[in-house]
């Protein structure tokens, strides 16, 4: 009895640990189908339901995606499912939401950062209800972007339960103005606003407000100047603001005065705007600017000299602006080449690409003469063609330097040799055949961490057996991309191949004595020259025998001592016309022709495609036997039917008269007759065409003209 009581519970206990595995083990995993959970990063996304499921307790990022909730109260009840998890990150993203009752978010205590986005039809302000009473101390990032409202609500965020937030964004929506209320300085924690991709104009910061915020992002928006950020005693409104973003608006103008009352800043993004002229002392009001983004600004033409003054500025992104800096010494000058860097002194960072430098041996040395502090210097898609010394002389600093996509080829040894910090060079996809022991000197290879010479067309023989060498020995990194990015380009036998495997032999590129070569040049040319002279000694009588039957070949091959019959010859006549006569030739006259057996040769039917038309007219005029020529004014209009005229006046020159036979399809006025043809029908007798009367006579004359024998021509032997 005792042993079956301690089977069964055994058992029991057996059963119980199972169950506990399968509830476990059903926790670490979404209950339903259409959510997905990841356990080791604590998040699930669920998408396509009409209620919210129950999801595993370790969750505690939440995205509900593209569910339907249009018909649904979407209240603290039909979030309950949930409100036991930790739910630290709550996503609402495109879940057709009308409606939000004010209670929704009272259970989530533990919320940080609360995402609404694509909620077109959601009623603002029963939001702004509900995040008066959001039940935590822990909110810091509320983001209501991608909605598409048309305005917020005055009081959107003024619920004390926001207090702890540090960024709102309510960027991709449609507000056409924005006003900061006073009590938006009671968000002594709000770090960052983001109101990019809306419509505003006019952004108002009231009277008295005094703002902490540390980023301002107001990208692709309608403003045509820089807000103003001063009060009444010009006094600033932002005395924190550290970076402001101002890309994709309609900016046209920048004056110093543009960033008064902006004591901290240090990052200024001008992209993708409307400016033409970058003006004198323009940055000069910031004193703690340290960072400015100016690319895109295709309309720019002029930068005034101390345009980029400033004791502060560490960086200067300049690219993808087509400025062009040629123009110096004119008085249609774009900038000034000695001024324009000489009074940024702590300048650490340029990127200049995609503008175009000229390779002019005083511009670019003028340019970068006082960039003493510089260290990464960007200059791809330049139109660089050559590098000379004097470009970087001053650069003692410079740690990277990107010359990539450029025309270059080849440099002095002594270009990169004032650089004594350099770590990185890029000289990608340039026009580089081959680097030898000169073309970096040892300090430079020795401090070099990188250097990336992919996509240059490196040309495969012995001058570059060096760098061959020293790619398979060196401990610089050569690009990620090596060595599939190193190929051989020339000669044609080694295209393709990679340059890590070109194997020369030391022997095959061991240089060979120029006065051997020349000594053997010598004695074969003496050789050769005594062997002819021999030969023409004992072979007099022969050479002359064959120099006779040569010449008798010749002679015949032109036709001066044998006449050509229509039996030499594929085609009976090659037909030269112009496209307007077209429909007569082919309807009429070589249906008739052919009707005779005369075979035509009409470049319609018998050219060869793909073949240019010069070697098919030549191909084809030695295969015909005459030439028929009809003329007409569009004939005489026509370059292509004067050009065949003057081939064919060769023709007429070796073989007589006979071989051209002209017809007058339409007379040509004056107004159009050229003096080639005037000369072929002042020494060529001709047929008219006219049809009616007379016309039988014409084909008939026509078929015994091509019929018949050609005379003896003009010929001199």
């Known amino acids: 009895m005792v042993m079956r009581e301690i089977h069964l519970m055994c058992l029991f206990g057996s059963v119980l640990q199972t169950v506990n595995t399968r509830i476990n083990k059903t926790e670490n995993t979404c209950l339903e189908s259409h959510c997905t959970c990841d356990e080791k990063q604590k998040n699930a996304t669920c998408t396509g339901l009409d209620y919210v499921p129950h999801i595993p307790g370790s969750v505690e990022q939440l995205e509900l995606i593209h569910n339907n909730f249009s018909d649904v109260n979407f209240s603290r009840r039909f979030l309950s499912n949930i409100t036991k998890n930790n739910i630290n990150q709550f996503k609402l993203i495109g879940n057709f939401i009308n409606y939000v009752e004010k209670d929704v978010f009272v259970d989530f205590i533990s919320l940080k950062s609360l995402t609404i986005s694509e909620e077109k039809q959601l009623n603002v302000t029963s939001l702004c209800n509900a995040l008066v009473f959001v039940n935590t101390t822990h909110l810091e990032r509320i983001h209501l972007y991608r909605n598409y409202w048309n305005n917020i609500p005055f009081d959107v965020f003024e619920a004390m339960s ?58 692709r928006n309608d403003f045509v100047r820089i807000p103003t950020f001063c009060d009444k005693m010009k006094r600033s409104q932002v005395p924190k ?31 993708a705007n409307r400016l033409t002229v970058l003006r004198n002392n323009t940055f000069s009001e910031l004193p703690q600017l340290k960072h400015v983004f100016f690319q895109f600004n295709y309309q720019l033409k002029t930068i005034e000299p101390i345009a980029f003054n400033s004791t502060s500025l560490i ?64 200059l791809q898609a330049v139109c660089l063609t050559e590098l000379h010394p004097n470009f970087f002389r001053n650069l003692t600093s410079l740690e990277k330097i990107i010359l990539q996509g450029n025309f270059i080829s080849s440099w002095a040894p002594e270009t990169f040799d004032n650089m004594r910090s350099i770590k990185y060079i890029n000289l990608r996809n340039n026009l580089i055949h081959t680097l030898n022991k000169s073309s970096l000197s040892e300090n430079i290879l020795y401090q070099l961490e990188k250097l990336d010479l992919a996509k240059n067309p490196f040309t495969c023989t012995c001058d570059l057996m060096w760098f061959r060498n ?248």
């Not at 973003?245 to 800043?265: D, E, Q, T």
């Open 162 to 219: 926001l207090r702890t937030v540090t960024s709102i964004s309510l960027e991709e929506n449609q507000l056409a103005t924005f006003k900061f209320p006073d009590w938006y300085t009671e968000l002594k924690n709000l770090k960052t606003i983001n109101l990019s991709d809306n419509n505003i104009i006019h952004l108002n910061l009231g009277d008295d407000v005094t703002l902490l915020i540390e980023k301002l992002d107001l990208s």
């Open 315 to 378: 960086s200067i992104h300049f690219g993808y602006n087509n400025f062009r800096f040629d123009k110096t010494n004119n008085k249609n000058a774009r900038f000034n080449a000695e001024q324009i860097f000489k009074h940024t002194p702590s300048l650490q960072f340029l990127d200049l690409t995609n503008n175009y430098l000229p390779s002019d041996k005083t511009t670019l040395g003028l340019m970068f003469a006082h960039l003493d502090e510089m260290k990464y210097l960007i």
């Open 241 to 271: 603001l550290r970076s402001l973003i101002l890309n994709g608006n309609a900016i046209r103008y920048l004056y110093p005065k543009c960033f008064s009352c902006m004591p901290s800043l240090q990052n200024i993004s001008l992209h």
């Open 470 to 717: 020293w790619v398979r020995t060196t401990k610089v990194s050569l690009a990620d991309d090596f060595p599939q990015k190193y190929i051989c380009n020339f000669p044609a036998e080694m295209r393709g191949r990679l340059v890590i495997r070109y194997n020369p032999t030391p022997e095959s590129c061991e240089p060979t004595n120029p006065f051997i070569v020349i000594a053997t040049i010598l004695s074969s040319f003496a050789v050769l020259v005594i062997i002819v002279i021999l030969l023409a000694y004992k072979g007099h009588t022969y050479i002359r025998n064959y120099c006779y039957i040569m010449r008798l070949h010749r002679l015949r091959k032109q036709g001066y001592l044998r006449l050509n019959n229509s039996d030499d010859f594929e085609f009976h006549a090659f037909v030269v016309y112009c496209d307007a006569d077209r429909e007569w030739v082919h309807s009429e006259f070589i249906k008739r022709m052919e009707h005779e057996q005369i075979k035509l040769c009409v470049h319609h039917r018998e050219f060869e495609p793909g073949v240019p038309i010069t070697e098919n007219i030549d191909k084809y005029m030695n295969k015909s036997w005459k030439v028929v020529i009809i003329m007409s004014n569009d004939f005489a209009s026509s370059d292509w039917c004067q050009w065949e005229c003057d081939y064919v006046q060769e023709r007429r020159r070796r073989q007589g008269k006979d071989a051209c036979v002209l017809i007058m399809l339409k007379a040509i006025d004056a107004y159009h007759m050229t003096s080639g043809i005037r000369s072929l029908l002042h020494t060529t007798p001709y047929l008219r065409y006219k049809k009616g009367i007379g016309e039988a006579l014409f084909w008939q004359a026509l078929v015994n003209t091509l019929r018949r024998p050609l005379s003896v021509p003009p010929m001199a032997i």
